[in-house]
């Protein structure tokens, strides 16, 4: 008798497992297992990554670990800067490096932008009162132009944006504790990761408080940034002294409009692809016919990243390619303005 209600009891589990398994997977789990299943395919289906810049990063990694375990005359050679916008992808590379060797630790890195820009994605999506479907294209994300010019540290920063964004609207004007320490979190981790991508969402952030009615009584909301900007103040100090600030004049023009539509394909713009983009963004469109939501906490990081994009010269400080990388920017928060209407086939599929 006790076996049979045993067996039962077990049959009625398994039944309870199937059917959360079935529903998780309705909700969207799906699409994204397998989406997350080829983009293992494209990261580690081949020996070396793409990406412009990743053979030097990928030096960096061992040099790094070369220090620690390889010969002496590294240490004399060579010297560890850890107040600098780039130690997170560096420090996170460290251990793959050490266990598995530079290429895969880079591949790794590459795997962590790509499997947590999505689910970062979909948490700031919910927040924002937007579709969280959208989040699936937090994969295209992962191999935006960061991914074709190898920019590491670009990458691991989109994600954590998501991050800091999220936290930050969740804080509320007059945030406790409890609410503070997660914004902080991420400010810091983003200073410590990229610092452009840092520039731009503190200036995000700055907006969305000034944007408020009464920005002076959300003063707790405000200090989270106190940290993070107070390092940063130190490191542009430190970069003043220590280099030239060279500024360029390459300005927006043809080639940067269209690498706004063609950096997902390609580094460099190209018209084919550009057109390619425009096409399916206007099927889209004309398929679904979305409604556009104009609200602060939807327009500003959006808003913003356009307005950097289209006036930032392309070097500043000895930093080549600062307006263009935006891009990845304003793709990334693009999907909040519109809101799918679900009329018709089209409208619920889309």
């Known amino acids: 008798m006790s076996t ?19 529903a998780a997977l309705s909700r969207g789990e799906l699409p994204y297992l397998v989406c997350a299943l080829l983009a293992l395919v494209a990261i580690w289906g081949h020996r070396y990554p793409a990406g412009v810049d990743v053979a030097q990063h ?6 790094s670990a070369d220090m620690t375990i390889g010969p002496v005359e590294y240490r004399g050679l060579y010297r560890i800067d850890p107040f600098t916008p780039y130690l997170l992808a560096y420090a ?3 251990p793959f490096t050490l266990l598995f060797g530079a290429i895969a630790a880079t591949k790794c890195l590459l795997t962590l932008a790509a499997l947590t820009t999505p689910v970062m994605m979909r948490r700031w999506l919910r927040t924002m009162g937007a579709n969280p479907d959208f989040s699936l294209l937090g994969f295209l994300l992962a191999f935006d132009l960061p991914y074709h010019w190898g920019f590491i540290s670009h990458e691991i920063a989109i994600p954590l944006a998501f991050g800091y964004l999220t936290a930050f609207e969740r804080q509320g ?3 406790g504790w409890r609410a503070i320490l997660p914004t902080l979190f991420f400010s810091v981790a983003l ?35 106190l940290p993070a ?27 940067r409009l269209t690498i706004l539509f063609s950096a997902p394909f ?12 425009i096409i399916g963004i206007v099927l889209i469109l004309v398929a679904a016919r979305p409604r556009l939501v104009v609200r602060g906490r939807r327009v500003v990081p959006f ?6 994009f289209l006036s930032l010269p392309e070097t500043m400080a000895d930093t080549w390619l600062i307006g263009a990388r935006l891009c990845v920017c304003t793709h990334a928060f693009a999907p909040a303005l519109l809101h799918a209407r679900n009329t018709g086939w089209l409208g619920r599929a889309w």
């Open 4 to 22: 049979t209600l045993s067996i039962a009891r077990l049959s009625t589990r398994r039944g309870m497992v199937r059917a959360k398994a079935v």
């Open 92 to 94: 996170i590379a460290y």
């Open 266 to 277: 390609s580094a460099h713009p190209h018209r084919f692809w550009a057109l390619v983009s």
């Open 229 to 255: 900007g107070a390092m940063a103040l130190v490191w542009f100090h430190l970069q003043h002294r220590h280099t030239g600030q060279k500024s360029g004049h390459d300005w927006v023009d043809w080639n």
């Open 58 to 63: 990928a030096n960096l990694f061992r040099i």
């Open 191 to 225: 200073f410590f990761c990229h610092g452009i991508t840092f520039g731009l969402l503190t200036l995000i952030v700055g907006v969305r408080l000034l944007w408020r009615t009464r920005p002076l009584a959300a003063w707790r909301a405000w200090l989270h940034a």
């Open 173 to 175: 004007n007059r945030p």
């Open 303 to 308: 808003g913003v990243s356009m307005f950097l």
